[in-house]
C-alpha cells in the first residue's frame, strides 16, 4: 500500500495535469496577480470590475499555491471538503475534457511565490496574458526562504518575463523593484499608482471619518486627461486604492472606459480580515487586517490609524513571519512607528515583544504596552481595555492567530 506521502505526490501531479489539459480545451484568457501584498484584494477588484462584462472565474480563499491554483482551474471551489473531494474533482474535470462544458472565459489567479521554483511551477500550468505585480517593498513576504529581496522580486518577475509581446504587464509604479521589471518583458506595460508618472493614478486620497466615525476611504482615479471619484466603504489604507487602481487598468485593456469602470466598482468590497471595518464592543471600531502581515504591510495599516481622528487608537499588532534576517529590524522599525501613532498597544507572539520594545523606545510609556505570547491571552486584555470611542487595528501574520481576538471584541 502506498504511503500518504506518495499519494500526495501523485495526486499533485495528477491534478497539475489535468489543470494543463483543461487549460489547453477550453483556452481562457488567463489574469495572474502576485505580488509581497495585495493578491487578493487587487483579485477581488479585477472581479468586480469584469463580472458584468465577461464570463468569469477567480481564485477563492488562499488558493494560490501548487494546489490551490489548478484546483481554481478545474472548478468554482471554496474549499477542499471531504475525503471524497478529490475523487469528486478527478471525475468533473476528466468528464469536462471529454465532453464540452460551459467553462470561463477569463480566470483571475493568484500566483504565490513563497519559495524559489514556485513560479516556475504555477506558469507550466496556466501561461497568462495578463500579468500584474502589485508590491514587492524593501522586506517581502517570506524573503527568509530566498537569498534576498532581490531574489524574492527575481521570482515574482517570471510572471512578466512569460508574456508574449501580445500580452499586457500591469506594474506598480510607486514599488521601484516592481516598476524596473518593465525591462523584463516584451508585453505591452500599463501602470498605477500615486506617482505623477503612472497611467492610471490616483490623486486626493483620503481615509474618510463621518461624524466622529470611521467610514472608509475616497480618492480620483486620473486616466488620459480624466478621471473619476471612486468611494469605497467599510476599509481602510492606500492598499485598497492601489488594488482598484490595478483592476482599473485590466479595465482598460478590455475596452472599458473610466465611468464603466467606477461603476463597476460599486460592487466591490475588500476581503475579510484585509483593512475591514467592523463594529466592535462598546461602541468602539476595528480594523480587522487579521489576515497577513509584512513590514510593508503593516506600515500601510498603521498610517491609515494614524490618518483617522478617533478618541484613542490601540494597536493590537503580533508577529511577521518568514522574514529571516530581517526580523529584528524590521518589528523594531513597526514598534517605532507603533509607539507614535497609538494611544495602548498590546503585542502577541515572541517577535511582538520587539514590537513593544520598539514602541518603548519611540516613547510610548511602558505602562501603555501590554505583551503576550498568543493572542487567547492577549483578547480578554484588549476587551478590558476598550472604551467608547476607540479604534483598534488588529494585524499580524495569518498563523498568530489573531482572529480570535478580533472575534472576541466585534459585535456579533
Known sequence: MMNKEKIKIY?????????KWTIKRYQPGVIAITGSVGKTSTKEAIYAVLKNCRSVRATKGNFNNEIGLPLTILGDYQKIESKFFWVKVILIS??????????PEILILEYAADKPGDMKYLLEIAKPQIGIVTAVGEVPAHVEFFSGPEAVAREKSKIIESLSNTGFAVLNFDDRTVLEMKQRTRAHVATFG??????????????????????????KLNYGGSFVPVRIDGCFGKA????VAAA???????????????EALLNYQSPPQRA?????IKQTYIIDDSYNASPLSMQNSIEAVKSLKTKRKIGVLGDMMEIGKY???????IGKMAGKVFDLLVTVGMRGKLIADGAARAGMPKKNIYSFDSADEAKLKVQELMKKGDLILVKASHSVGLEKVVEEIKVM
Not at 248 to 262: A, E, H, Q, R, T
Open 276 to 280: 475591514r471595518l467592523l463594529v466592535g
Open 194 to 219: 500615486f506617482g505623477s508618472g503612472a497611467e492610471v493614478r490616483i490623486t486626493n486620497f483620503e481615509n474618510k471619518m463621518s461624524n466622529n466615525s470611521p467610514v472608509g476611504i475616497a480618492f
Open 11 to 19: 495526486l499533485k501531479w495528477f491534478i497539475k495535469k489535468l489543470a
Open 240 to 243: 485598497q486604492a492601489y488594488a
Open 248 to 262: 482599473s487598468c485590466v479595465g482598460l485593456i478590455f475596452g472599458m472606459n473610466l465611468v464603466k469602470i467606477s
Open 94 to 103: 476528466l468528464a469536462r475534457l471529454i465532453i464540452k462544458m460551459k467553462y
Open 327 to 333: 526580523t529584528s529590524d524590521a518589528h523594531q522599525a
